[in-house]
């Protein structure tokens, strides 16, 4: 069964910071790996997709990587901005028809 | 383009009660998932459907249900309400079964009382 877990469960910095947020997971047959962000309450929105064959992927300031044979994903946010306080989710594509979820990490950016 | 789109957004309902939550999937996307939030947790798979048929089925319990339509619209169904049902019910679409990423919807958030 595959289990995602979140690094740190939630990050608090000043703007301008860049910033790291972890992911692994336990079962390395994965299909794609994607990052999601989530305002409260609301629905999740993509920020990146990884293919299981590749070993980043880059949108604006946001850059994911992923090593699948040590099972571990890192958003890296590049001076981050008050706007992007948000909870970022990693999910696992393992080819089941399914993702997995980690529990996400809370960022707030104070100005 | 429309996105994923749900309806209601919210919902209060009774302990016992029985609930549908729909769902429409992104124009050309046959592939339709549902996913249940509760507060402070990742979200948890319900259910997928890909060209009508159940695909995938969570760890839930037989009182939740789904189906798909011919145009590829889906419903959730819940019967039997509990407190513990209270969450953010999210849909997402897909082209296939995820190859190329899942795009979600503002989803529902369902209460019961």
């Known amino acids: 069964k595959q289990e995602v877990t979140q690094i740190p469960a939630a990050l608090s910095v000043p703007e301008g910071e860049n910033l790291v947020l972890n992911c692994s997971f336990t079962?390395?047959?994965?299909?794609?790996l994607q990052w999601f962000r989530q305002d409260p309450g609301k629905g999740l929105t993509s920020l990146l997709l990884?293919?299981?064959?590749?070993r980043e992927q880059t949108s604006g300031r946001l850059n994911a990587s992923l090593d699948k044979s040590s099972g571990r994903s890192t958003l890296y946010i590049a001076a981050s901005q008050p706007g992007d306080s948000a909870t970022y989710l990693c999910?696992?594509?393992?080819?089941?028809?399914?993702?997995?979820f980690g529990k996400g990490t809370m960022l707030l950016v104070s100005p | 383009d429309a996105g994923v789109t749900q309806s209601p957004t919210h919902l209060i309902k009774t302990r016992g009660q029985h609930v549908t939550l729909r769902c429409s999937p992104i124009?050309?996307?046959?592939?339709v998932s549902w996913y249940q939030q509760v507060l402070g947790q990742g979200p948890q798979f319900i259910f997928q459907?890909?060209?009508?048929?159940?695909?995938g089925r969570g760890n839930f319990p037989d009182r939740f249900s789904a189906r798909q339509f011919p145009n590829y619209s889906s419903e959730l169904n819940v019967n039997a309400l509990l407190l513990g049902d209270s969450a953010l019910y999210l849909c997402?679409?897909?082209?296939?079964?995820?190859?190329?990423?899942?795009?979600f919807g503002s989803g529902t958030r369902l209460t019961v009382v």
């Open positions: 997402a679409s897909s082209l296939g079964q995820g190859a190329l990423g899942y795009t």
């Open positions: 079962d390395s047959a994965i299909y794609n």
């Open positions: 990884i293919q299981s064959s590749q």
């Open positions: 999910a696992v594509n393992s080819g089941y028809s399914t993702l997995t």
């Open positions: 124009s050309g996307h046959k592939s």
């Open positions: 459907y890909y060209e009508k048929e159940e695909r």
